[in-house]
């Protein structure tokens, strides 16, 4: 079973920067580990739907960002550690949030998921 681990959050004042990451193990019911998959970020403020916030490829070679973080948020992937990342930088107080890491059912993003990790929270105070 494939597992998605969080880390990274925590308070930070406005304007700096945080890194999250995602540590993935294990493989889909199709046996596929997370490499093979395309990923993603999401984020759920309170009260608020869970939002799109980025999404990159099996490779890494293409990135897809939602406009609210585009130009401040990085997202990455190390594949031989079978890890996602998410800079964040410029933070404002509208990212606070808990953030998810997700698998996408393709290796390309398909913005379907199967797996998704337990959050971890950014609180950006001012």
């Known amino acids: 079973q494939l597992q998605l681990v969080e880390s990274g959050g925590g308070l930070v004042r406005v304007g700096e920067s945080r890194r999250l990451s995602c540590a993935a193990s294990?493989?889909?019911?199709?046996?596929?580990?997370?490499?093979?998959?395309?990923m993603a970020w999401f984020r759920q403020a309170p009260g608020k739907e869970r939002e799109f916030v980025a999404s990159?490829?099996?490779?890494?070679?293409?990135?897809t960002y939602a406009d609210s973080v585009k130009g401040r948020f990085t997202i990455s992937r190390d594949n031989a550690k079978n890890t996602l990342y998410l800079q964040m930088n410029s933070l404002k107080v509208e990212d606070t949030a808990v953030y998810y890491c997700?698998?996408?059912?393709?290796?390309?993003?398909?913005?379907?998921?199967?797996?998704w990790g337990q959050g971890t929270q950014v609180t950006v105070s001012s």
């Open positions: 294990g493989r889909t019911s199709s046996g596929h580990a997370a490499t093979s998959h395309a």
């Open positions: 990159i490829n099996w490779s890494g070679g293409r990135t």
């Open positions: 997700a698998v996408d059912r393709g290796a390309t993003a398909i913005y379907e998921y199967d797996y």
